[in-house]
């Protein structure tokens, strides 16, 4: 149980388009997702919590109109990546907290984007 | 907001030699601990972790410790195999009911266990 699925795994784009990355938690409830950027050689860095029927939580540094998040249903959050850049090239990850009194979180297969 | 110090950063032993790993936090409301396992392009895997209110777990080859007055913990790993290499992350994690309970990872050690 609690898997989390990615899509796409990965992706290449052109300079200038926008990119949406989705996350599903399979066989569980999740009202809390978490998005991560993780460079190379680096640590996962958590960019924004993504909570259900409400905007996101940004970290600092992170804007929010370039990186949209959505939180539609309790097993679906998605991460658009608007107007793409080459230094916006990296891993994205997802994780989901199950619902109720635990903060445990489960990890999706990531996303590689390659703005070109 | 909370601050995750690991280390060391690189870490090489030989086979069947143990592997310590470890790491400080800063909030001492932070109450879960989790290890992650990483292997090259591949998601963070979960390989042990502990609560606060709980000094010392173990799991076969693993175990972690945590000193909640110091703010420390540590990943101990015993009888290392060369399927052992890959980046551990420690990460601090705050109540579910604060912050959502978000995660501050660690920098990462890269271990590698010589044949």
């Known amino acids: 149980g609690a898997v989390v699925s990615q899509h796409p795994s990965w992706v290449i784009c052109k300079s200038g388009t926008s990119v949406k990355i989705e996350c599903r938690s399979l066989?569980?409830?999740?009202?809390?997702m978490f998005w991560y950027r993780q460079f190379p050689k680096q640590s996962l860095m958590l960019m924004a919590t993504?909570?259900?029927?409400?905007?996101?939580?940004?970290e600092q540094g992170v804007e929010k109109d370039k990186f949209l998040i959505n939180h539609a249903s309790l097993t679906l959050s998605t991460l658009t990546v608007t107007s793409a850049h080459p230094e916006d090239s990296s891993f994205y990850i997802c994780?989901?907290?199950?619902?109720?009194?635990?903060?445990?979180?489960?990890f999706g297969p990531g996303t590689r984007l390659t703005v070109l | 907001g909370e601050n995750v110090e690991q280390h060391p950063s690189t870490l090489s032993v030989q086979e069947g030699d143990s592997a310590v790993i470890k790491c400080t936090y800063s909030?001492?409301?932070?109450?879960?601990f989790p290890w992650y396992k990483q292997e090259l392009g591949k998601r963070p895997q979960l390989i042990i972790d502990?609560?606060?209110?709980?000094g010392e777990k173990k799991d076969q080859r693993i175990a972690v410790t945590l000193n909640k007055t110091a703010k420390h913990f540590s990943l101990h790993i015993t009888e290392t195999q060369p399927e052992d290499s890959a980046v551990y992350f420690c990460?601090?994690?705050?109540?579910?009911?604060?912050?959502?309970?978000?995660?501050?990872f660690g920098d990462g050690t890269t271990l590698t266990v010589k044949p």
């Open positions: 990460a601090a994690s705050a109540p579910y009911n604060t912050n959502a309970g978000k995660s501050t």
């Open positions: 502990i609560r606060s209110n709980v």
């Open positions: 909030d001492s409301a932070s109450n879960y």
């Open positions: 993504s909570n259900e029927g409400s905007k996101a939580t940004y």
């Open positions: 994780s989901a907290r199950l619902a109720g009194r635990s903060n445990e979180q489960f």
């Open positions: 066989d569980f409830q999740a009202t809390t």
